[in-house]
């Protein structure tokens, strides 16, 4: 698998990202972890004319708390994610989600703000942020500006960053109440065939590759605010989902197991 | 000179000696293929059919040659009086065998998606590949064959020429009135048909090529990653039409081949006539997507399983039949792989009468040969699955079954109902040691409390025994199944001045650890340090005759070379030692690397001093030749009869229909080993294969005849992570048809496990009313095979 040419500049600061997204226009793409953009551009999926390689702004790197707000740099491995002593304390899901992703290579060079931008409804991370809640960062031609969580993932492989756009960092609410994360797969290595992260004891629930993006299970949330019981609170997990079919599962396996997944989920957490 | 008893006395065979193969694999210092430097090589890009089945109605490569760095690209017709032949396929089971011409680039039309069509050379890789965009080729679409039934109908005749998809017809059938009233008079009659998905065999080094010419004396390397260097210079030399004696073919260290790489393929005669066309240097590495559709797959085929028994479960017959997919074309020994099975569809069991049919097809899909066990696991499924459902049938347990129709150990050597004769054979210990490495009565407790109690995670034990025959092969029995080749293997052991040892063996590793294993044998009866022990092989100048590693021949055939080999140079070291002592070499024994008179242990010689003097030369008997050298050519009697019992415990969670394994036990015989560490190692990767089949390995295609799986991340080939601590033992049966007695390991884990797996599934979800569990067993296959029982937990 050989990719096309493509040119290549470095950007070791945000600064230098947004400039060089700005003289470069639609040519240009941004290079974080590349374990996604890697993969597409040696099919010849993706055929950038310049990589722009974030790979050394350290700025965008890190883990910090304030209040009860984390604060996290879009370009934190999933490695370090996992390993985050802070992390385990302060948001316990998310940590945990990061150390289901791929494999140990693959966490060492992905990073938070690349999975959400790649915005693979398959992928872990975009879920769990989901069912956490908060905000984005982005920094663009025309300066910074938030973008709430629930309003970030517009459609398949599909973001509400425009394309000049950096990534900054990811703010979520400290979170500490009963979690737990069910990612159904096949091998330790694999994307989610379905995947459920649940926050706060059943405050926030999302699910993984059951459509387009990653999903609210907002029924779920309802009949958990409502009272129902955990098997009557799983049930409509499904409800209002397009799940795709692929060699794994069909669509209606998919919603079978998203049910059986979100019980499982909602007992691990204590719902 | 006299022979001791035990053939190994030396204390260096049948320890668990570390590979000396592995410093220089595990810190990259071993070169592959794609690592060799080779100043001004051009590349190949091979454009290939994106179509299952297709007529090329024109192909414009006017962009591809304006790309920068493109030299040539060619096409079938331009190429088409490059061959001297077509391919090879060197296995004509019948002598109206069909066999369709098949070039390295194909003309006129692609019968698979992979197929090759047209050509790209370039100056470096990716203008190779940017050349590969440029090439427009007119398809015209056909209707493809994807399934077996659909070729055997005819429906669509893929190779026009011949007029029929189906390549040949085999039948072993010694005694058919026997055969039919063996199933007359039955009271069990068991019928199962089952389906072996395709596998892609994924070894870590895709394959690739690189061929130096020498344009002005006609010599010609070939470097490739094969496990057949020797097999492929008589087969590269015919098909080119290059004079063998001009060519040279180099297996560098080969990343695993798994019977994959035992061909000959279109990329290998295609760099030769590149290279000889251009004068230069021209290399080929393949992708991991495009080995998807161009190396061969395994196993593919259909196969329907019949047992006669009386009362009690005792075998009276076994009537096999086989639907098998060759894929597109013939490769080099695709249609003898159901061959190798044909014999063992009776597994281990005393069966008075055999029947054994097997149908072969073609389809427009990427072509089948040789898959680690070729034909072996097969059988081995099929019979130990039949076996689970007469258990059932009869009502007595999946242990019993088998106990009761083991052949008797008294009975060996054993006449085979499909005419084989087995060497030797103890299979009860066997079984009894796997149950009870698994725990086998406490776990049946555990299965019964947990289907009292409703539990709906549920237990399953499957057992699968085997017996395989390997060591390929007797030359004479070869030239019976119309193989075109022979059996044997060379060896060479050469004990140079200094006393250190250097090694030449015809079979070619590509991971199996043949190095330590061929050194260990030498220095335990040298009485060396294996360390001085240097093992040269995959290299047609420096060992010219061999054929190689397949079919777990390599310790029994090329091993036993060795073996005899260095007997042969120690008969000769003892006439100078003996000659050295005035002795009488008869009187002579060998141990701890002396020579020394029997009863006067005071009258010795080292063999260093002896080894010197040979080189020397001063002082030689009359008649004996200086150097100690001494080269053998083995052929087996027979083949070796390797078994076991292996048994797997899962667990399935109704709710999701995810299968875990919880735990697995074996118990393997290969005869004597050499050295218990690779046993060990072989049998874990092989386990782990056949487990894969099982579980989570499966080449999807779809109706067009696309592959959906042709990456590793949808073709599921299991991690370490998948792995689970097994637990091995072995019992000892030597084999009587080599003088070490040893037999095979290579292929025995992966014949068995399968079965085991698929057998411990079925049995879980028996008490939910599911009686059958096609592969791979998947989560939504097993969930769906619930539902469908009317059983399960929503
Ligand atoms: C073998 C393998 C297995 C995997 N398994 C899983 C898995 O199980 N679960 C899972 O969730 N993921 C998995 N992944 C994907 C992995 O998590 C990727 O790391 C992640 O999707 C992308 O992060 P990255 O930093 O590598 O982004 P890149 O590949 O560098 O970039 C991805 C996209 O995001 C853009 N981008 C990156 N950073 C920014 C930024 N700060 N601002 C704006 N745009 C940006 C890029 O331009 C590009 O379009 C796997 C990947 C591989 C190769």
Redesign the pocket.
Same mark, same amino acid.
């Given at each position: 698998m050989i990719p096309a040419a493509v040119g290549y500049v470095r950007a070791d600061s945000t600064e230098e990202a947004v400039a060089a997204l700005r003289e470069h226009g639609d040519e240009a793409?941004?290079?974080?972890?590349?374990?996604?953009?890697?993969?597409l551009m040696r099919l010849r999926l993706a055929r950038p004319g310049l990589l722009v390689d974030?790979g050394r702004a350290d700025d965008?790197r890190g883990i910090s708390v304030d209040g009860d707000t984390v604060s996290i740099g879009?370009?934190t491995s999933?490695s370090d994610l996992e390993h985050s002593a802070e992390l385990a304390e302060v948001c316990p899901l998310l940590a945990h989600v990061a150390s289901?992703? $791929?494999?140990p290579a &693959?966490r060492h060079?992905?990073?938070l $703000?690349?999975?959400l &931008?790649?915005a693979?409804p398959?992928?872990?991370?975009p879920a769990a942020v989901l069912a956490l809640g908060g905000t984005l960062v982005a920094t663009g031609p025309d300066g910074s500006r938030e973008i709430e969580v629930s309003d970030f993932f517009t459609g398949f492989l599909e973001s509400a960053?425009a394309a000049d756009?950096?990534?900054?960092a990811v703010r979520i609410p400290i979170s500490t109440g009963g979690w737990s994360y069910q990612k159904f797969n096949r091998r330790a290595?694999?994307?989610?065939i379905v995947g459920v992260a649940v926050a706060e004891s059943g405050a926030g629930v999302s699910l993984v590759n059951m459509g387009s993006t990653p999903l609210r299970a907002s029924a779920v949330e309802a009949a958990v605010a409502g009272g129902a019981g955990v098997s009557d609170a799983a049930s409509v997990a499904a409800d209002g989902t397009e799940p795709p079919s692929d060699n794994n599962a069909d669509a209606s396996y998919r919603e079978h197991l998203a049910r059986v997944l979100t019980e499982r989920a909602l007992v691990d957490a204590g719902a | 000179m006299t022979v001791t008893d035990t053939p190994f006395a030396g204390g260096v065979v049948g320890e668990a000696r570390l590979r000396k193969e592995d410093p220089a694999l595990l810190t990259g210092e071993a070169k592959f293929i794609d690592d060799l430097e080779l100043p001004g090589a051009l590349w190949v890009a091979c454009v290939r059919s994106p179509h299952a089945h297709a007529r090329i109605n024109g192909i414009d490569t006017s962009d591809a040659l304006a790309v920068d760095g493109v030299i040539a690209v060619y096409t079938g017709t331009d190429l088409a009086d490059t061959w001297a032949a077509p391919l090879p396929c060197a296995w004509p089971v019948t002598d109206d065998m069909k066999n369709p011409d098949h070039f390295p680039v194909a003309q006129g039309k692609a019968n698979y998606a992979g197929d090759i069509v047209a050509v790209v050379v370039a100056t470096s890789r990716y203008a190779a590949a940017d050349g590969l965009e440029g090439v427009v080729v007119d398809y015209e679409p056909l209707d493809a064959v994807v399934s077996v039934e659909d070729a055997e109908s005819d429906r669509v005749v893929i190779h026009e020429d011949l007029g029929t998809n189906v390549s040949y017809e085999w039948p072993l059938i010694p005694d058919p009135e026997g055969v039919d009233a063996a199933f007359e008079a039955a009271t069990h009659h068991v019928t199962e048909t089952y389906v072996h998905q395709r596998l892609i065999p994924a070894p870590m080094e895709p394959r690739g090529v690189a061929v130096v010419p020498a344009p002005h004396n006609g010599d010609m390397t070939l470097y490739s990653s094969t496990q057949i260097p020797h097999v492929l210079k008589v087969m590269a030399a015919l098909t080119l039409g290059v004079p063998e004696q001009k060519l040279r073919v180099i297996a560098p260290s080969v990343g695993g081949g798994f019977g994959c790489k035992l061909n000959v393929y279109a990329e290998e005669i295609l760099c030769m006539a590149l290279a000889q066309r251009h004068g230069v240097p021209v290399r080929w590495t393949e992708s991991r997507t495009e080995a998807a559709g161009s190396t061969i797959q395994g196993r593919a085929q259909r196969q329907t399983i019949e047992l006669a028994s009386d009362a009690d479960g005792k075998l009276t017959a076994v009537r096999a039949t086989l639907l098998a997919d060759m894929g597109a074309y013939l490769q080099l020994v695709a249609p003898g792989v159901p061959l190798l099975g044909a014999f063992l569809y009776h597994g281990l069991y005393d069966v008075p009468f055999y029947s054994f049919t097997c149908k072969s097809v073609f389809t427009n899909l990427t072509p089948t040969d040789a898959y680690r066990g070729a034909g072996r696991p097969e059988a081995t499924y099929a019979i130990e699955r039949a076996m689970d459902a007469l258990a059932v049938a009869v009502g007595v347990g999946t242990d019993e079954i088998r106990s009761r129709n083991f052949i008797p150990t008294e009975k060996f050597p054993y006449d085979s109902p499909a005419g084989l004769v087995f060497d030797s054979g103890d299979y009860q210990p066997a079984l009894d040691r796997a149950k009870e490495l698994i725990g086998w009565d406490t776990r049946m407790a555990e299965q019964a409390e947990r289907r009292a109690a409703g539990s709906t995670t549920h237990l399953g034990l499957g057992i699968s025994t085997y017996v395989e025959m390997c060591g390929l092969a007797p030359s004479r029995v070869l030239a019976s199944l119309n193989y075109a080749a022979g059996g044997w293997e060379s060896a060479t052991v050469r004990i140079l001045p200094t006393c250190k040892i250097q090694v030449v063996t015809g079979a070619s590793p590509h991971g199996q650890g043949h190095e330590t294993c061929w050194s260990m044998i030498v220095a335990d009866r040298l009485g060396v340090d294996p360390d001085d022990v240097e093992v040269l092989h995959s290299d047609t100048a420096i060992s010219p005759l061999g054929m190689d590693t397949y079919g777990s021949r390599s310790l029994s055939v090329g091993g036993t070379a060795i073996w005899m080999a260095t007997e042969k140079v120690v008969e000769k070291a003892a006439t100078i030692a003996a000659h050295m002592l005035e002795a009488n070499p008869e009187d002579l024994e060998l141990t701890g690397g002396v020579f020394s008179v029997k009863g006067s242990p005071e009258a010795e010689v080292p063999l260093a001093g002896v080894a010197f003097a040979a080189f020397t030369a001063h002082d030689l008997p009359d008649g004996v030749e200086p150097n100690l050298e001494a080269q053998v050519t083995w052929d087996p009697p027979n083949f070796t009869f390797p078994f076991g019992a292996h048994i797997a415990l899962v667990e399935i969670d109704e709710a999701t229909g995810a299968v875990d394994l919880v735990d697995y036990a074996a118990c393997d015989d290969c005869g004597n080993q050499i050295n218990p560490m690779i046993v060990e190692g072989q049998l874990h990767g092989g386990i782990v294969q056949g487990i894969a089949q099982a579980l989570w390995e499966e080449a999807i295609y779809d109706e067009d005849g696309q592959c959906r799986s042709a990456n590793l991340?949808d073709y599921l080939v299991p991690s370490a992570a998948e792995c689970i601590d097994m637990k091995l033992d072995h019992t000892v049966t030597p084999s009587p048809t080599n003088p070490m007695g040893v037999k095979g390991i290579g292929e025995a884990g992966t014949i068995a496990s399968t079965a085991a797996v698929m057998n411990a599934v079925v049995d879980a979800l028996r008490p939910l009313g599911v009686t059958e569990m096609a592969m791979p067993a998947s989560p939504m296959a097993v969930r769906r095979a619930i539902e469908a029982a009317g059983g399960g937990a929503s």
């Open positions: 793409k941004l290079l974080a972890g590349g374990q996604s953009l890697i993969p974030m965008l879009a370009l999933h289901q992703i $791929g494999d &693959v060079r992905g990073t $703000g690349g999975s &931008v790649h693979d398959a992928s872990d991370l960053l756009e950096v990534l900054i290595q694999d994307w989610a | 991340a």
